[in-house]
Every structure is written in C-alpha cells, then in structure tokens.
C-alpha cells in the first residue's frame, strides 16, 4: 500500500525558511498531480500548493510568491520550498494526489512553526 512520507519541517524564525519533501513508494509521485496541503491548529486542511502531471504549478494567494512546489521525477519526491515564511504559516504540512478523489490515505505529515 502507498503512503506518503512527508520531511523538513521544523522551527523557525519569522522571515525563515524551509523546505519539505514528500516521498512515496513507486512512480505515484511521478505520474499524477501532487499537491501540498496544510492543517493549522482549529482549522481545516487545505491546499495550498500544486503541481500537475505536466509541471504547472499553482499557488493560493497566501503563499504566491513565497512558496515553490517542484517534483524529482527521478528520486521520486515532490518539494515545498518555504521562503519569508509567516507565523501564519504554522500548521503540520501534508502531500497527497490530486484531484481530491485520487487521494490516498494520509501521511503523518511534518510540523512547521513559525515563531521568535
């Protein structure tokens, strides 16, 4: 059964930066529409970056310009890096397919805090 890996979260200052990668078994990473999703404490998960089968990659407004998705086809691992990151952005970070009915059960996901 597939499950995603996600890593490189951590602590961090206000302004820091960070970058997570997701890792799964076989070519799902490769093959299909990866998205990285993010859950704050009292809230919904939601997504907020993603990259199509083909390499477009799009962004909420929240983190356009900050956050960059990419994928390594040949190590098979989506990417978040995190630039100028916010306290807002503290939340545990999660990969997983998209659209929403090709998800897969969840990984464990990794925290980001943002704090001084």
């Known amino acids: 059964q597939v499950q995603f890996v996600e890593s490189g979260g951590g602590l961090v200052q206000p302004g820091g930066s960070l970058r997570l990668s997701c890792g799964a078994s076989?070519?799902?990473?490769?093959?299909?529409?990866m998205g990285w999703y993010r859950q704050a404490p009292g809230k919904q998960r939601a997504l907020v970056a993603w990259?199509?089968?083909?390499?477009?990659?799009n962004y909420v407004d929240s983190v356009k310009g900050r956050f960059t998705i990419s994928r390594d086809s040949a190590k098979n691992t989506v990417y978040l890096q995190m630039n100028s990151l916010k306290p807002e952005d503290t939340a545990i970070y999660y990969c997983?397919?998209?659209?929403?009915?090709?998800?897969?059960?969840w990984g464990q996901g990794t925290q980001v805090t943002v704090s001084s």
């Open positions: 997983n397919l998209l659209p929403a009915a090709s998800r897969i059960d």
């Open positions: 076989g070519r799902i990473l490769s093959d299909n529409a």
């Open positions: 990259i199509t089968s083909g390499g477009s990659t």
